[in-house]
């Protein structure tokens, strides 16, 4: 079975940072591209940034400059670096891959259960 687990939210100052972290945990072969959305309460999930298999990188345009994606496929680990972070960056931040390969199966566009991030002003 696999499983997406984020970790590293928390409660912040403005301007402050924080590292978010996602394990994909199982018998992996393959990952492809993961993502991190976030929910703030009453809106709909936005995408936040993306990172392809290689490397490739994109973000949502309220984060640019200001958040970075990074990925270790050794550890099947994407990570989030939020720096510069505002009260309206507060949300719950979900982890997604678009398909994770095992030995027997394929499994098509996991989540994980999501980790809160609340930025104080």
Known sequence: QVQLVESGGGLVQAGGSLRLSCAASGSIRSINS????????GQQRELVAGITSTGT???GDRVKGRFTISRDNAKNTVYLQMNSLKPEDTAVYYCNADRVSTPT???INPWGQGTQVTVSS
Do not use: E, K
Request: proline letters at 7%; zero cysteines; glycine letters at 0%.
């Open 34 to 41: 993961m993502r991190w959305y976030r929910q703030a309460p």
């Open 57 to 59: 990188t994109n973000y």
């Open 105 to 107: 199966s394929v499994i």
